[in-house]
């Protein structure tokens, strides 16, 4: 596959990968057996604000993007698309979707939406375009300062979620489930999504590998 051909794939992943992320979101909110740490913040921010939940993920993702800043981390354009579409996704998938009645409805959906979520994040990080806001705070603070990339990530998490929780977001086992399962089923799904790298041209520096961007 020449360049222009992956640069295309890349382009195309990358909005698919968002618009399933966000309905994935979707579908874990209308199980309603707990969602991930920072839409149990969404949620709460959503009953104190009546602000719909895909414009607060709008809104929480540029305000994380601006924390960025002093951590010297420079965004891509999947970092931006991030910003831009995945709240609008979600708003598609709340609208779409209608919320189950009966419990096995509601962990299956939530099954789903977590499997979907899964191969989503394989396919836009795999894109090769940049972290989500979120994502690169997280190895922005570990590239800056040196902490270990679980102990940022804990940090984060469980801040935001104790904020989410008191706020009145949604934590249930859905959250746990989320936590433990999520890292290895995109360890899963990533290296199997990940667009090659592309080459230089024969004869440029032998052929050697242009460098990829680093992603989360």
Known sequence: MNNSALLARRIVQLLVGLVAYGVAI??????????????????????????????????????????????????GLGTIANVLFVGPSIELGLALIAAPTELWQRVLLFAAGLGLLAIASGLYIGARFGPGPRDGLMTGIHNRWGFKIWWVRSVIEITVLAIGWLL??????????FALLVGPMVGITLPRLRVPTPVAPAGSAAGIPVPAERVS
Do not use: E
Request: glycine share 16%; charged share 5%; proline share 8%.
């Open 26 to 75: 979707s579908m874990m909110v209308r199980a309603a057996l707990g969602v991930p740490p920072w839409d149990v913040l969404t949620q709460g921010l959503m009953l104190q604000t009546g602000l719909p939940f895909g414009v607060l993920t709008n809104i929480i993702g540029a305000l994380v993007l601006l924390l960025w800043i002093p951590i010297r981390q420079k965004p």
């Open 168 to 177: 009145g977001g949604n934590v249930g086992l859905g959250t746990l489930a």
